[in-house]
């Protein structure tokens, strides 16, 4: 039996063969698993993307750009052809050949402080996601950085970093994912991959569950996500949300998120509320207030936090302009006010994004 210490102690260089195998035969117990599963599902026909839903109306007479428009197109054209031969790899299949409903985001962040909070900061942005139509929509490849942000809400993680109680992850991460058809109206995902850490790998396990209930107009996600990584051991994501449509274009969110980690034995705490505003139907505007804490070693408030987040598309439905001033409050400043502003940019190719820009 392959056993792998959980310890923290330093390890042999030559050791971390026998963790990439442990995450390798987990990463093939899981998507075995989810395929079993899949195998009383009906048999679905590879779908088209759906149609880009910006009304004409909405969009800008804009003429085709030599700069902007057309290596934005060859760079969409070489990923479907990219994708549809790795699909092709996957499935066994040569004969489909419709759009693969890929999508790849590519930008920069910049974060503008003072000198005595640190100073400015720059990073790039890497997010993608690979669909393999021809293997039933079972597998897809993931292309991200900051592998924990998917476990807990944006404005939640942006907190942390903030406040100085977690650092950003900026390593580039790739993970084959495994999804399966839904039992009881429970979602099932599965990822497997390596987080580009410095000369040496850093190999992870995500196992995610997730179930939407209805109420008198909310809709309640509720979600459980498990995540082992070779550098920072075991933790447990539970999230709770409340989403309430106030009108046609504004919304309500309210999410609750606690992380259990194993080198603690604690919970990390986070509450986030935030009203969103589809100012039109090439921007948002959301409102933020965060609050994060610890159980251990003692339950308390770690930073408080405030923002507001503009998203706006300021070239056709692909080039995408982030704004976001934000005060944060960190218990370890005596909660004094410190006040940074992000700008983002951020390019999108692909043949399916359109729905997710702006999110």
């Known amino acids: 039996m392959l056993t792998c210490s ?28 989810i395929s079993l599963t899949n195998e009383h599902a009906r048999a679905m026909e590879p779908s088209v993307p759906p149609q880009r839903t910006i009304p004409l109306e909405d969009q800008p007479v804009v003429s085709p750009s030599v700069v902007l428009d057309q290596p934005h197109s060859g760079m969409t054209s070489l990923i479907e052809a990219l994708m549809s031969r790795t699909d092709a790899l996957f499935s066994g299949d040569r004969g489909y050949d419709a759009p693969t409903g890929s999508y790849v985001a590519l930008g920069g962040r910049a974060i503008l ?35 924990e942000s998917s476990t807990k809400p944006a404005a939640q993680r942006e907190t942390e970093v903030a406040a100085g109680v977690a650092e950003r992850d900026d390593n580039p991460y790739v993970a084959l994912r495994a999804v399966a058809a839904e039992r009881l109206k429970i979602g099932l995902t599965a990822d497997a991959g390596v987080r580009l850490r410095g000369a040496e790998p850093d190999p ?4 995610r569950a997730e179930r939407v209930f209805a109420w008198n107009g909310w809709t309640i996600p509720l979600s459980e996500t498990v995540l082992w990584r070779d550098s920072d051991e075991l933790s447990a994501a539970s999230e709770l949300g409340f989403l309430y449509p106030l009108s046609q ?7 609750s998120n606690a992380t259990w980690r194993r080198p603690l034995q ?8 935030a009203l969103i505003w589809r100012t039109s139907e090439r921007s948002v505007l959301g409102a933020e207030l965060v609050v ?13 936090s405030a923002a507001v987040r503009y998203r706006r598309l300021i070239h056709r439905d692909w080039l995408v302009l982030e704004l976001r001033p934000q005060l944060t409050y960190p218990r370890d400043k005596d ?20 729905d997710k820009v702006l999110y």
């Open 113 to 147: 402080r003072r000198n005595r909070d640190d100073g400015n900061e720059t990073e790039s942005l890497t997010r993608a996601r690979l669909n393999l139509p021809r293997t039933q929509e079972r597998l897809k490849l993931l292309v991200e950085r900051d592998v």
């Open 335 to 354: 909660f004094r006010a410190v006040p940074s502003f992000t700008l983002q940019l951020e390019a999108w190719f692909g043949s399916n994004y359109v």
């Open 292 to 304: 994060i804490g610890h159980t251990e070693p003692q339950t308390e408030v770690t930073a408080y």
């Open 266 to 273: 604690g919970f990390d705490l986070g509450q986030t509320a």
């Open 249 to 255: 274009r504004r919304a309500l969110s309210l999410i």
């Open 204 to 207: 992870f396990v995500r196992l």
């Open 6 to 33: 959980l310890t923290d102690r330093r390890r042999p260089a030559h050791s971390f063969v026998p963790r990439l195998r442990f995450a390798l035969r987990l990463a093939l117990c899981l998507t075995a698993a």
